[in-house]
């Protein structure tokens, strides 16, 4: 009984042995740093060289925090422009945590670094657009449009205003001023971005208003060159219509004189052969051309249109 309660002892001791190095021996990571807190408050700096580490059992505890760079992405916000138009934000940044130690202190956690990184670049963004006109914000530099029918259009109607500072050097004035905030909560911002900006509502209805307008006129001004030019083909049309019935004709009239001079001279020709004989022949012509079966002709007896119809040949 004696060496089997010594056994049973020897397990149990054992056994908690066990758990409490479980819970003395904590692992950082490559990707991860720790803070040692002791009823909730920290105890040292943080560990961040990766590998086995022990702690005190049960009392400390490890609170794990990311090396690496992390997202932040804003809510979207609508925001006033220097002239007074109201537009739609969207901001995007890269933070990491500088400072662990400092970081547990004042935020405690990644919710609370995403709360406070809110409220810093949130207040800076609106204070950067505040500061510039909307145009400046939009564009991030002065370069060129691509030359189209549209684009020259545009521009004569309105010239495009030319930007001083830009959409890029405006994020990177927000990321300058927020960078200035955040060590004191132990983080360190990497990168600044207006990922999207839209105007509101009643802007932006403003704007189709003026882009439909605008494209009214682009196709207004391509219907009035349409109608020129179908009117030049039109009239294209016509004068060559005219030359070709006007050749055609001067072509008939002269076919026909040649064919008239022909037959005149084959008629003469048949004449001088024999005179009787041709009259003989035309009056017999007229008389196919101008009686048929329901004609009626009054003539006298002796008129000369019947002479050969009432000779006899001896």
């Not at 990707?31 to 005190?56: M, R, S, W």
């Not at 990491?96 to 609370?112: A, K, T, W």
């Not at 030019?229 to 219509?241: M, N, P």
């Not at 024999?274 to 006298?300: G, H």
Request: proline share 3%.
């Amino acid at each position: 009984m004696k060496g089997q309660t010594k056994y049973i002892v020897l397990g149990i001791f054992a056994f908690l042995l066990i758990i409490v190095l479980v819970d003395a021996i904590y692992v950082v990571s490559e990707t991860n740093q720790v803070i040692i807190t002791q009823f909730g408050d920290p105890k040292g700096g943080a560990v961040i060289k990766p590998g086995l580490h022990i702690k005190i059992p049960f009392i400390q505890k490890t609170n794990y925090f990311e090396k690496r760079w992390l997202d932040w992405d804003g809510d979207i916000n609508q925001l006033p422009t220097k002239d007074k138009k109201y537009i739609w934000v969207d901001t995007y940044a890269r933070w990491r945590i500088m400072d662990p130690l400092l970081y547990f202190q004042r935020v405690r956690d990644e919710r609370g670094a995403q709360t406070r990184i809110d409220d810093i670049i949130d207040g800076q963004t609106r204070n950067a657009v505040a500061s510039y006109d909307i145009n400046e914000i939009v564009r991030s530099s002065n370069r060129e449009f691509e030359q189209t029918e549209e684009t020259t259009i545009l521009e004569s109607a309105e010239a495009i205003p030319e930007i001083m500072v830009g959409r890029d050097k405006i994020a990177q004035l927000i990321l300058e001023e927020s960078s200035k905030i955040t060590p004191e909560f132990g983080i360190e911002l990497k990168d600044v971005r207006i990922k999207r900006v839209n105007y509101v509502d009643e802007v932006q209805e403003r704007v189709f208003e003026r882009m439909i307008a605008e494209r009214q006129r682009i196709a207004a001004k391509y219907r009035s060159e349409g109608d020129g030019s179908s009117a030049e083909i039109r009239g294209q049309k016509e004068r060559e219509l005219q030359r070709i019935q006007s050749e055609a004709y001067r072509t008939a009239q002269e076919i026909k004189g040649t064919a008239d001079a022909k037959a005149t001279k084959i008629y003469a020709d048949a004449y001088n052969l024999d005179p009787e004989f041709y009259q003989f022949m035309k009056t017999l012509e007229t008389y196919r051309t101008i009686m048929d079966k329901e004609t009626w002709l009054l003539l006298s007896t002796n008129a000369e249109f019947l002479k050969y119809l009432k000779s006899t040949r001896k």
